[in-house]
């Protein structure tokens, strides 16, 4: 939807709303997909406030989380006004697919999901019921396992659980230290008792805690509600006990069972039932199709809830009412309150007005950073006091003013720029210049830049002829896949190997730039990376000329010296054309603009 946006030249201000209140524009068909802007983040409201915030204003309107901002005149009650927003948001989904589609999936599904739950309660059920079983007879097991009993005629594979557990695993409790410590059988057996009655009480008294908290949250508590209720629990070391026995411990409860492990422990009609109860599972599961496309979308609660300002942050000391409204720095006068229902709405068309002074100038501000390295103003999601001053500023003032008389054009303010005197130096520089503007603020030559991870890779999959233009849809970055990297698939809990290398930003928070980094692990990425050994053979195969692979790569002819030097490499390396290729496709001229 992104790209499409671009490729349609879709005016600046519909794309931002779209990311806002998508799905309460016109048409909202065409622009609820960028809802995904906050749908497919992390839900945490917070960083919704921060990220609209830096992105479309460069003002960080987060810092007046626990008070007034300290640079910038934006009262904590501004901070709280959009959070409230947010807050009254749910993620949700909007199907791309027939309505008869969508209802045939959803009752197919619904009878997976009643069946597996049958399922499930069955085995926790007769899961539990064993597990109190095997819990009476624990100081049998016990014995067998320190050798004071026969242990034949106990169950086996709990036997082994026993042992593995009082032999191989640390216990975090130390209900066992009198067991671990007896000397004599008599000693352990007394131990194994003490431990058994205690073991018993610890799991009664486990039910009774799990009753009351029941009975105070109710059926289906919310994420809130079990957020700020105030439960009873276990103490520690009884909880830790009773987990490591009965529950889902990470290595395995001793006595829980599992529904792969339970029918050895079932007969007649209970073991039937088990079967049935899978076969019906299974076959309700294989009927149920592929399910039907739709977008991740965030829509407005039912009902929606006050907001009031968090005193220091701390949501549990309400302050003063915090009306859903704009920011007052860019409001004239008081900030109106948005009205009932179209809170997201309104806040977008705010950011996306042609009287807000910060929306325009931000956008062209990227734009320019994106064509040049650096933007008018170096800090590119910061306006504010401590954000950098423009370079140009009336330059600025004067882009931003044509971008919104020319409605919000992207692709006329990238024609502008790229039509420019400026942005067609050369990248030589005067020692004068140097001198005088040693950081090139003023732009008296272009800066030389290494291109972005997405590029590379990209290049070298078109140098190579191996690029796959197709659109949409994601795909992992592997040897296997030759589709552009923006299509790529990002992880925010583990950033892809090669895009970390080359600087790509940690996909957890906003960046509004790119280090620029140079260390010896990129170079190497280029000698030993099984993708570049690949591609260098294709393009090899392809360009397997000189003048050639000079043309691919470089767009130019060869000089008579590099010509020398390819004659040189391939008397040395016995005609290694692939290897050519990649030192040619590991160089500077390669890897840069220049």
């Not at 990238?414 to 520089?429: G, K, Q």
């Not at 020692?431 to 030559?445: I, Q, T, V």
């Amino acid at each position: 939807w992104v790209i499409q946006a671009f490729n349609d030249d879709m005016p600046y201000d519909h794309f931002v709303m779209a990311q806002i209140a998508g799905d309460k524009m016109p048409n909202p068909e065409k622009y609820q997909a960028g809802l995904g802007f906050y749908a497919l983040s992390p839900e945490f409201q917070d960083d919704r406030v921060d990220a609209t915030g830096r992105g479309f204003l460069a003002l960080t309107v987060a810092c007046a989380t626990c008070h007034d901002h300290k640079y910038d005149p934006i009262p904590a009650k501004d901070y709280y006004s959009m959070l409230g927003i947010f807050n009254n948001t749910h993620l949700d989904e909007t199907p791309v697919a027939p309505k008869d589609t969508v209802d045939a999936w959803k009752a197919q599904k619904k009878k997976v999901d009643a069946k597996e739950k049958e399922l499930k309660e069955f085995v926790e059920s007769e899961s539990r019921q064993l597990a109190e079983i095997l819990a009476t007879q624990t100081v049998d097991y016990l014995l067998a396992v320190s050798g004071d009993e026969d242990g034949s005629k106990l169950d086996q594979p709990t036997l082994r659980r026993w042992k593995n557990y009082l032999t191989n695993r640390k216990t975090d409790h130390p209900y066992l230290d009198g067991w671990h410590a007896a000397k004599t059988g008599a000693d352990r057996r007394r131990e194994a008792e003490k431990f058994q009655e205690l073991l018993l009480a610890t799991d009664a008294e486990k039910k009774e805690v799990d009753d009351r908290n029941h009975i105070k949250l109710g059926l289906d508590p919310s994420r809130g509600d079990l957020s700020q209720a105030n439960l009873d629990s276990l103490p520690r070391d009884k909880f830790v006990l009773w987990r490591e026995i009965f529950g889902e411990d990470r290595a395995g409860g001793v006595l829980g069972y599992k529904e792969t492990d339970l029918p050895r422990y079932l007969s007649g009609p209970w073991k039937a039932h088990l079967e049935a109860l899978r076969r019906e599972a299974d076959a309700l599961k294989k009927a149920l199709p592929p399910q039907y496309p739709f977008l991740q979308v965030v829509k407005d609660n039912e009902h929606s809830r006050e907001q009031r300002v968090w005193l220091r942050g701390n949501r549990d000391s309400q302050g003063e009412l915090a009306p859903p409204r704009f920011l007052s720095i860019l409001s004239p006068g008081e900030p109106k309150p948005f009205d009932k229902g179209k809170e997201r709405l309104e806040l977008a068309e705010a950011i996306a007005s042609p009287s807000n002074p910060l929306t325009a100038r931000v956008i062209v501000n990227r734009i320019w950073q994106h064509h040049f390295g650096t933007g008018i103003v170096r800090s590119a999601s910061n306006f504010g006091q401590l954000g950098d001053r423009p370079s140009h500023p009336e330059l600025l003032d004067y882009l931003a003013t044509r971008f919104v008389r020319e409605r919000w054009s992207m692709k006329n303010l990238h024609r502008e720029i790229m039509l420019s005197s400026v942005y067609a130096e050369s990248t030589l520089c005067s020692p004068a210049a140097d001198a005088a503007d040693p950081e090139n603020r003023l732009l008296s030559h272009a800066s030389r830049r290494r291109l972005d991870a997405e590029i590379i890779r990209d290049e070298i999959l078109f140098t190579s002829g191996d690029i796959d233009l197709t659109s949409g849809a994601p795909a992992q970055l592997d040897l296997e896949n030759h589709r552009r990297t923006v299509y790529g698939f990002i992880s925010r809990r583990k950033l892809n190997p090669y895009l970390s290398l080359f600087d790509y930003p940690v996909p957890n928070a906003t960046s509004e730039a790119r280090n620029q980094t140079n260390v010896p692990l990129q170079r190497l990425f280029f000698m030993n990376s099984p993708f570049v050994l690949a591609e260098s053979k294709t393009l090899a195969r392809q360009a397997p000329t000189v003048d050639a692979l000079y043309q691919r790569l470089f767009q130019r002819a060869p000089t008579p010296q590099e010509k020398r030097l390819a004659q040189q490499f391939m008397e040395q390396s016995n005609n290694n054309w692939p290897q050519y290729a990649q030192v040619l496709m590991s160089s500077n001229e390669f890897l840069f603009v220049n």
